[in-house]
């Protein structure tokens, strides 16, 4: 027995036929017809309508158009109407596909044939109502190069682990124009990413984690994400390109290039930590690679913690939970070659290990109070 979610038909005349898109609940797949006949198509949905209507249906199957079956050696594929998606009864998708597109298809469940094609290098789901994705996509070895913009993309499945083989291929992401809230978790996992698209969404903040990117990321795309401040691991990255139109980032009245805000309510150098960040001190300390890998020497959520970390900004010293916070307006063009140029100027969070590291970084520069930054905001 199969449990039907959705139900789309269209075109059904008898001059042209028709076509129909069928997605299952249980279990998830997605069933698409075209150049049906009539009579038969309208009999089918009668019976998803009320299954009495079972014993009049022909389940034959037709002979497969010519125009539907794969051709030998294919390697690129673009799929944006429902008569030219392949067959599920037939051939299908080829084998030997590297890019496949399959676009403005109102797309709401990802074929999880796709996820069998072991050649395929691109896959473009753009302009589609997608809100989920199968953790199996994670485990394509060859993909390297993914579009979801222009979908309903709430969240990204758990279960991710560092081993996945996209995570070690990924190389370019698309997630604009989606409903993200918070940051792709996994991209801490990436290893070789390059291009990196998240406009468009919700975020508010880039967390610490976008660090593990900063050493091969080459463009990073953040406009229109209601971004206040820019994180700390920026600093120590030098891109290609960064987008930030379309972001508020308010800065007080009155802002200076050399004023800095120090964050006294979320500053606490000098105080011991939780157990959590002196179990990853101690094994900096002794340093023990904090690196994913398969044997699970140090557990996954140690290296997430310690990755998740920013450092001295004077001494450059690893950091958790007990340092100096501070908010200081950043010149983009210190780390980004090509930058989009806003009329207000862009602040970036900082951190310091101590309040004399603190006071190395402000030297020459004037110390107000965060209070008055937060009251801006």
Partial sequence: TCEVEFCQSSGINAEYGGKISITFKSPSQMLMLSDASPSHLSLLIATIQDPRHFLSLDLTPSKQSKSLQPKADVKSMSVTTLKNY?????????????????????????????????????????????????????????????????????????????????????????????????????????????????????????????????????????????????????????LDELKLAGNPFPAPAGWGRNEIYKDTKHSRPGTLGSLLSQCVKSLVRHGVPMNYSVDQLIPDHLVSYARSGQHCRACRRLLLENCVVFYEPVELKTIARQFTRLDQPVVMTGFACSNECFRCVTVGKKVVPAVLFFKQR
């Fill in 86 to 238: 392949p067959s599920l009864t037939g051939i299908g998708f080829p084998k030997t596909l590297v890019c496949l597109t399959i676009s403005k298809l109102n797309y709401r469940h990802l074929d999880t044939r796709i996820c069998a094609l072991t050649r395929l290098q691109t896959l473009d789901l753009s302009h589609n109502k997608l809100r989920k994705l199968p953790l199996v996509l994670w485990q394509m070895k060859s993909l390297s190069s993914v579009n979801l913009s222009h979908n309903l993309i709430e969240e990204l499945p758990a279960g991710i682990r560092p081993s996945d083989p996209l995570c070690e291929n990924l190389t370019s992401f698309d997630l604009s124009s989606n409903t993200l809230t918070s940051f792709p978790y996994f991209l801490r996992f990436t290893s070789a990413i390059r291009l990196l698209k998240v406009n468009a969404n919700p975020l508010n903040y880039v967390p610490n984690f976008i660090r593990s990117c900063t050493r091969t990321l080459r463009v990073l795309e953040l406009e229109s994400c209601n971004l206040r401040n820019l994180p700390a691991a920026l600093s120590d990255c030098y």
